[in-house]
């Protein structure tokens, strides 16, 4: 099948390579040409684990090109897949339709031939009927159905996540729709459930899965908050709670709230259309709030264990909204870091991958170090803030020389409390007495 997937983002570029893996010929295309040309050059823009051996391996087959031109891939294309951002918008917090719109206009002046546009990017109910109005309205002769095909991978696991989906959602209005994306997705027959839908219903699956799931981390947050105040070990309180696979283990861990480019956005725009649509949607909206005042209570945490040293320093390992990539957006830790800085703290920052992303947010306000040990020589307070597994393998006892004052604030539950406490730490771990 010959396939153009419009936006190569943290979506757009690994599912092109999983569908290229599956021997389809994909082209990439973006309008950002800087990427694309990266892209042509064989170099990754994005990280994620296990992408870069399929990304090399399928542009040397020539599965897998890039291109910025919409009149070069279009009319060839069997299969169109629309993978833009749709940020919040600043004000109302709603979804940003522009890319979508402005891919939709510029996609429907070269389509040749049945195609079938299936949107990827998260997008509010009814955008389906949109973009077809769209397309008919710049070319109105178009054979094409326009599906919803909304993505569910967790960024860090997106190559896993793009081989063993637990489900595929499709939703398609015509049955020769459903043909071709059935087609596309016969790899999976007998691996997951394929769902057939309508094209409403897949667009409102997204949202409503993202918000319950946003909704989980804080609730597992707040029981942390509880743990701490009743004696109870969070950890054991989860396992327990997890063993009812009503509940199910996944999503309770506890952290210093959620964060990346769809939690925060996702919850945002449901509650909008709630409100939009005149519906209650007072969890979303609880759980929204709930979050921000995480970050700040965080933070909190963090400048009450300097309250008493002038010109403190934090030592801050991870910067990434999660371990496993290198995106930054709306990360926590960023956050966390802001809050300090207004604080007159000197943040030394290291996190494994998601230096550069941040420079770009951060300039030059924190201290960037090549290693672990080299952010935490001389802190005041160590803050772990992104779950990496590399921050596992660090020492205590080598902290514990490194550090001024021996003191974690560990919001990634990444060191064993009780040695630390046994060392001489002072550390404070959520959801533990
Ligand atoms: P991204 O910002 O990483 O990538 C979007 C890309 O689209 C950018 O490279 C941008 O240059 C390009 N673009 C914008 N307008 C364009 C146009 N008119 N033509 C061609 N390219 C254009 O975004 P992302 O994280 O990949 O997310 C894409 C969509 O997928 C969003 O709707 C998001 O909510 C959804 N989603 C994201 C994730 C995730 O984990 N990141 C998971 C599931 C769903």
Redesign the pocket.
Known sequence: MKITI????????PTGVGLAEFGNDVTC????EK?IEKLKKGELT?YEAGLEELFTKNIQNKKLTFSTS?KECIPDSDLVIL?????PHPITKE?DMR?IK??SE?LAKHLAGYTVVAI????PVNTGDAVENIIKKVNPTADVDVVSL??????GF?VEDFFNPDRIIVGANTTRARELIGNLYTPFKDKCTILYVSRQSSETI?YASNAFLAMKIQYINEMADFCETSGANIYEVAKGMGLDSRIGAKFLVPGPGYG???FP??TCAMAYMGKFNGVDLSLIEATIKGNEKRKINMAKRILDMVSDVKNPTVAVLGSAFKGGTD?C?ESPALQIIEIMLAHDVNIKLYDPEALENTKAILGDMVTYCSSAYEAIGGADVLAVLTDWNEFKSLELEKIKILMKRPQIADFRNNFDYNLAKSLGFEIKTLGIK
């Open positions: 419009i936006g190569t983002g943290y979506v757009g570029l295309l973006d309008i950002d990427k994005i919409f993978a833009v951002g749709t940020p979804a890319y402005q891919a510029e990827k990017s998260t997008v909304p993505e569910f991978l967790r960024e997106a997204k990346g480019f769809c956005k996702d995106d957006r």
